[in-house]
């Protein structure tokens, strides 16, 4: 159980275009994903928080009309990079929480990540 | 400061041997702590999950968490070339639903 995909797994497009990437929880509802960003070497960064039915929440330094997120449903999260840059090459990595009962109500808990998509702006 | 700290490393071992990774975090009321896993160019994978302190065991990885201490780990028995990634620590701190990552640690398993 707990299985995140992610669709493209790779893309390349040329600089000004824009690039749409899917993140879908296949086994369980997901009312929160969250989106990070990886250099080559580096950690993790989280860019954004996905929340179904309202507005993502941004990282600072995170431009929101650069990087556009809906979250369309419990299960689909989208990222749009708009007008792509060769900086905005990167790996970019989905998470997701399945929700987890517990006496006091139900929590999100622990995450799971989606593959992955490399992107490459030309 | 930092709010969850390893050691970049690399950390290398002799394959058999034990490896030992450590993790510092800063909210002291944290009470979810994770080590995924992160071969080169794929996504992380989660290992363990503890919760209580003290010591959980799975196979071959033991992670252990010392509250007062704030400082969670992860061993590795019987460690394999295989094993050799970047562990990240993950603590889901107190309020929110964000989990903070630290920037890993890289394993070298020597065959």
């Known amino acids: 159980g707990a299985v995140v995909s992610q669709h493209p797994s790779r893309v390349i497009c040329k600089s000004g275009t824009s690039v749409k990437i899917e993140c879908r929880s296949l086994d369980f509802q997901a009312t929160t994903m969250f989106w990070y960003r990886q250099f080559p070497k580096q950690s993790l960064m989280l860019m954004a928080t996905?929340?179904?039915?309202?507005?993502?929440?941004?990282e600072q330094g995170v431009e929101k009309d650069k990087f556009l997120i809906n979250h369309a449903s419990l299960t689909l999260s989208t990222l749009t990079v708009t007008s792509a840059h060769p900086e905005d090459s990167s790996f970019y990595i989905c998470?997701?929480?399945?929700?987890?009962?517990?006496?006091?109500?139900?929590?999100?808990?622990?995450?799971?990540f989606g593959p992955g998509t490399r992107l490459l702006v030309l | 400061q930092k709010e969850v700290e390893q050691n970049s490393g690399p950390l290398s071992v002799p394959e058999g041997a034990i490896a030992s990774l450590n993790c510092t975090y800063s909210?002291?009321?944290?009470?979810?702590f994770f080590w995924y896993r992160q071969y080169s160019g794929k996504s992380p994978e989660l290992i363990m999950s503890?919760?209580?302190?003290g010591d959980k065991e799975d196979g071959r990885f033991t992670a252990q968490l010392n509250k007062a201490s704030q400082y969670v780990s992860l061993l590795i028995r019987d460690s394999q070339p295989s094993d050799s990634a970047t562990y990240l620590c993950a603590v889901k701190g107190t309020g929110g639903f964000k989990t903070i990552f630290g920037a890993g640690t890289r394993l070298f398993v020597k065959a």
């Open positions: 503890i919760y209580s302190n």
């Open positions: 996905s929340n179904e039915g309202s507005k993502a929440t941004y």
């Open positions: 998470s997701a929480s399945p929700l987890t009962s517990s006496p006091s109500g139900m929590y999100q808990e622990t995450q799971y």
């Open positions: 909210d002291r009321g944290s009470q979810s």
